[in-house]
């Protein structure tokens, strides 16, 4: 008697959970829905869930209806032709990419194949585009460093830019005496100034160059530099260091060898790469390791 109770007792609780298996979720009215799945009706039954609103924030946090848009709008589709492609209702995908249904991985899976994407891509971190605003009020003036008397007076135009690979300056050079003498400095990487107000001498190497307001600079900064103002007011000036390796160009407008520079190469005309000398040769120095520059840069 108590083995045929058994019996039925089991038969009963396997009938019962077929039923639950059975059961439809709400998103299964959609195309391509899915059935629930058995193992969250097991889950139910020991009273172990997923709190909702945990679920609905992880879902959310990944934004997926707006990437579904961003792919669409990029290929200049529309909801219609997508519909098609996939199968599904223009007002269904609607209803995607504005967060109000979210969507089983089959109907994803056709979404992302129209695309060539991977269903992963509705998942990953989104790449975050850097942009980062320097008021003018927030910035710090700073005299030059490792001298007692400056020269120069800078503000740092990127400061709020973590991993930057160059670095922008405000520069104000100050008149000086023609007694004192200007200590030249070196850093890797290039350099480039624009000039704003005044008159600048700028010395790099043996040689010494004279720059007014409207002339821009553009220089090797591994050679000796320095910045002397030539004029009886201050000079202001723009300033950026670049510590990116320079990548070397392809070669353009090639010429046949011993012809004259602004000559027109008649077409047809065979060109011989004998014409174009090595970097070193045409006493351009190659491209050296990067840093920050030491006669500005301050965090």
């Known amino acids: 008697m108590a083995g045929r109770l058994c019996g039925v007792g089991v038969e009963m609780a396997t ?22 799945d058995p193992m969250l009706s097991r889950m139910d039954l020991s009273n172990t869930q997923i709190d909702p609103a945990t679920a609905e924030a992880f879902i959310a946090e990944r934004r ?39 969507p089983t991985l089959r109907n994803l899976a056709r979404i992302a194949m129209v695309f060539s994407k991977d269903l992963s891509h509705f998942f990953e971190p989104e790449p975050h585009t850097l942009f980062r605003v320097h008021k003018k009020h927030e910035r710090v003036r700073l005299p030059q460093t490792g001298v007692d008397d400056p020269t120069y007076y800078f503000e740092s135009l990127g400061y709020m830019v973590p991993d930057r690979h160059l670095d922008p300056y405000y520069a104000e050079f100050i008149p000086l005496k023609a007694a004192i003498d200007v200590r030249p400095h070196v850093h890797p990487g290039y350099e480039f100034l624009y000039m704003l107000e005044g008159q600048l001498d700028i010395r790099h190497g043996d040689k010494i160059h004279t720059v ?69 040769q045409a006493g351009v120095e190659k491209a050296r390791p990067t840093g920050s520059p030491s006669g500005m840069r301050r965090n």
């Open 64 to 102: 997926i209806g707006e990437r579904i848009k961003k792919l669409r709008l990029k290929k200049s589709m529309g909801l219609v032709e997508l519909g098609r492609h996939t199968g599904l209702s223009a007002s269904f995908l609607s209803q995607l990419e504005t967060g109000r249904v979210v």
């Open 15 to 36: 009938k019962q959970g077929k039923k639950q298996e059975q059961a439809v979720s709400p998103e299964a009215a959609e195309p391509g829905a899915a059935k629930a």
């Open 212 to 280: 007014e307001a409207g002339d821009s600079v553009y220089f090797d900064a591994s050679t000796p530099h320095s910045y002397r103002c030539s004029g009886k007011s201050s000079a202001l000036a723009l300033i950026v260091t670049m510590h990116q390796q320079h990548l070397p160009q392809p070669a353009m407008n090639l010429r046949p060898l011993g012809t004259a520079l602004g000559s027109r190469v008649p077409p047809g005309t065979p060109v011989s790469t004998a014409a174009v000398r090595p970097v070193e």
